[in-house]
């Protein structure tokens, strides 16, 4: 069973940087690829980064490509977002999620493909 538990999320100066962490009390997330979405006030939740589950292949929504990196560490089942250059349109809660998915390299960016959802992170993004 996959029990996921985001971290890191507060309040960071535009411009600035911020990691997050999703790590699987379970100790399976190592094999489930993985994605973060990301849900600001009054917006429906979207896409923002995704990772295999052996960490070969990421994918990125373009607003986001080039500040944001997604990582996993299977020793550990934890899967990373590091986000630099951040902005205020980034405000957001972050959640990560896991998905066992056959066609996930076609389907990364869908969230009806995604089994297991953590709580979600807010991150802030004020001057």
């Known amino acids: 069973q996959v029990q996921l538990l985001e971290s890191g999320g507060r309040l960071v100066h535009p411009g600035g940087s911020l990691s997050l962490s999703c790590a699987d009390s379970g100790g399976t997330l190592r094999n489930f690829h993985a994605g973060w979405f990301r849900q600001a006030p009054g917006k429906e939740r979207d896409f923002v980064a995704g990772?295999?589950?052996?960490?070969?292949?990421?994918y990125y929504a373009d607003s986001v490509k080039g500040r944001f990196t997604i990582s996993r560490n299977n020793a550990d089942n934890s899967v990373y977002l590091q986000m630099n250059y951040l902005k205020p349109e980034d405000t957001a809660i972050y959640y990560c999620?896991?998905?066992?998915?056959?066609?996930?390299?076609?389907?990364?960016?869908?969230?009806?493909?995604?089994?297991?959802w953590g709580q979600g992170s807010q991150v802030t993004v004020s001057s």
């Open positions: 999620a896991a998905t066992r998915d056959t066609w996930y390299y076609r389907n990364y960016d869908r969230q009806s493909k995604y089994s297991y």
């Open positions: 990772i295999s589950s052996t960490g070969i292949n990421t």
